[in-house]
């Protein structure tokens, strides 16, 4: 998790990813399925780039929760006019039902527990209304990791500077990646290491526990960003 790094998500990661085109793709699939939808529940929200653009560009009422408290802080400072909650995908619950869910960017491969994503899986079923459409990013499948892989990302502005580097290694279906931080600002030069743990699912797994949800369920390729990860989108079954 995030939790030590939080702060610097976004210098990362809104350099990697177009937040902005992946909101666009969302809203388009999203009215397609359910044309008029307006209520979205965006689970694993992190620093809330998602719903700043679902709301700001697309006119969503979005509510995010996410297991990181520091992660909904920058959320909901970044996006006041919407509403986040700290709280697991596992076994959340709030008081009312949305017309679609969003579950981006593989954050589902957190639950290293096979069960856990099945049961993640009823949690958003329950939450939407009739008819009601779930998007869900995979992370990678066994096939497309690549243990012993080695990354870094590079940031340089004036009053900060940040490498990150992480090498995976995987341990019966889990993949691990150990991160190290050396983050530079005026007053000197921090140290960070963070190791997420998250599971490599097949899409066949992940299908077969969307159904079981009580989904209908389609698998497209290429998915929001075209870098070998598809997309599953899911409307209730008897909708």
Not at 27 to 40: C, K, M, N, T, V
Not at 62 to 76: E, K, P, R, T, Y
Not at 132 to 156: C, H, I, R
């Amino acid at each position: 998790m995030f939790t030590h790094t939080a702060h610097l998500y976004d210098l990362i990661y809104t350099r990697m990813k177009d937040y902005a085109a992946e909101a666009h793709a969302v809203h388009e699939l999203i009215q397609s399925s359910l044309p008029g939808a307006r209520s979205l529940l965006d689970i694993a929200c992190g620093t809330g780039e998602h719903a700043k653009w679902l709301h700001g560009e697309h006119g969503y009422e979005v509510f995010g929760i996410d297991l990181d408290s520091n992660m909904v802080a920058i959320s909901q400072a970044k996006c006041p006019e919407c509403r986040f909650l700290t709280a697991n995908m596992v076994d959340f619950e709030v008081a009312e039902r949305f017309d679609a869910a969003i579950c981006l960017f593989g954050s589902i491969g957190y639950l290293t527990d096979l069960a856990d994503v099945a049961q993640a899986f009823e949690r958003v079923r329950s939450h939407l209304k009739p008819g009601g459409v779930f998007l869900l990013e995979p992370f990678l499948s066994p096939e497309q990791y690549q243990p012993g892989s080695v990354f870094m990302e590079a940031v340089d502005q004036e009053q900060v500077k940040l490498c990150r580097m992480s090498v995976s290694s995987v341990h019966d279906r889990i993949g691990e990646f150990h991160f190290e931080y050396l983050v530079g600002r005026p007053a000197g030069i921090v140290h960070l290491t963070e190791t997420h743990t998250l599971r490599l699912s097949t899409i066949a797994e992940l299908q077969s526990a969307l159904e079981r949800a009580g989904f209908q369920t389609a698998y497209r390729e290429p998915g929001l960003r075209n870098r070998g990860r598809g997309l599953f989108v899911c409307v209730m079954k008897g909708a």
